[in-house]
């Protein structure tokens, strides 16, 4: 954690003034934020892992530079002194962002929905000609990814606790890769996706967006990818009844809100056919592979814990079987 000593030493590199407080970030586990308050005003301050390398953060820097030329609301990185948009100090990687003021996503505010659809069309558009981007990784939500998840569950549940779920979870995915195979994903529209969409990593001002935040996930991918995470995590409704209080996801879509961002974001950058009709398959693919991962990551858990998050998993897959058609209708541009 950013100490107070750490962070009136990397303030000496600055001309910000004197530092009068600091709060750690409540948000992130990637690195090391720290709210601050100086003499001048009030800053974001925060110290890179190591793992990400100095590379990778003169691209993310690169790529929030370029995003500001074009009018995008991204943090501003402030340069230092010497002019550098970091300080290293002990082969650690500080950086100083002004901070922005606002309040969090309000799942009472629908028509924050419609503004995150218009503001991720900004991004996507923005970010279309961004030059030389980085190598593009292994896709994010490919259903024949999903394979080597349950694989590795099956040899690892010895006393087959999991049998069941696992076989129907086998079953599922080898319809998902019928739906969406991989030169389909691969022929959707890709582009460098932020790759983080979710509540936490967008600021808001009454309905509207006043920043997006967080750019460490950036990557070439499809651009449905943004989509796609942003509608799991805040297009949808209150849990029903026999939800799940130890899945993965909150609960299933809403169909209104889905409508609400969609429709935003085709307003300005409208979605081909190849992706309105892949967009079922990744949601479920989100879906599946989230429950499958949290399984993989607690090995030590009870049965019955695997089991109910193995079986959120299944009842999204079951909803999106109803609501399919719906979801399409939804995505479609009109």
């Known amino acids: ?3 107070h000593d750490d962070i009136a030493r990397v303030l000496a590199y600055y001309d910000v003034g004197e530092l009068r407080s600091s709060r750690p970030a409540s948000h992130g586990a990637i690195n090391e934020t720290a709210f601050i308050e100086t003499t001048v005003g009030r800053f974001v301050i925060r110290r890179n892992r190591r793992q990400h390398g100095l590379q990778a953060v003169r691209l993310r820097h690169r790529l929030l530079e370029w995003l500001h030329q074009r009018g995008f609301p991204a943090p501003r990185v402030l340069p230092a002194r010497n002019g550098e948009p970091v300080v290293i100090l002990n082969d650690r990687v500080y950086e100083l962002s002004v901070f922005i003021i606002g309040d969090e996503f309000n799942p ?5 929905l419609s503004d995150i659809g218009r503001v991720l069309a900004s991004y996507h558009r923005a970010v279309s000609d961004f030059p030389d981007p ?4 292994l896709p994010r939500y490919l259903p024949s990814s999903l394979g080597s998840l349950t694989e590795r569950l099956i040899t690892r549940d010895i006393l087959g606790d999991l049998t069941n779920a696992l076989h129907w979870y086998e079953r ?3 319809e998902l ?9 691969a022929a959707l529209p890709h582009l460098l996706i932020h790759g983080d969409i979710h509540r936490d990593n967008l600021i808001f001002r009454g309905d509207a967006v006043a920043a997006l935040i967080d750019y460490d996930q ?3 991918d499809a651009r449905l990818v943004d989509l796609v995470d942003g509608l799991v995590d805040m297009a949808i409704g209150a849990p029903p009844p026999n939800w799940s209080m130890w899945g993965v996801y909150r609960a299933p879509l809403d169909i209104e809100r889905v409508k609400l961002l969609l429709s935003a974001y085709n307003a300005i950058a409208p979605l081909s056919t190849r ?4 967009l079922p398959a990744m949601l479920e693919t989100v879906w599946l592979q989230g429950n499958l991962r949290r399984v993989l990551s607690t090995p030590d858990a009870d049965p019955d814990y695997h089991l109910e998050l193995l079986g959120q998993g299944r009842w999204l897959s079951e909803w999106m079987d109803r609501y399919r058609e719906q979801v399409i209708a939804a995505a479609m541009v009109y």
């Open 172 to 174: 599922r995915i080898a």
């Open 1 to 3: 954690m950013l100490t």
């Open 177 to 185: 890769r019928r739906q969406l195979r991989d030169e389909a994903y």
């Open 275 to 278: 992706e309105v009709n892949a």
């Open 218 to 220: 950036i990557g070439i």
């Open 134 to 137: 980085p190598p593009a990784p």
């Open 108 to 112: 009472n505010r629908p028509r924050q």
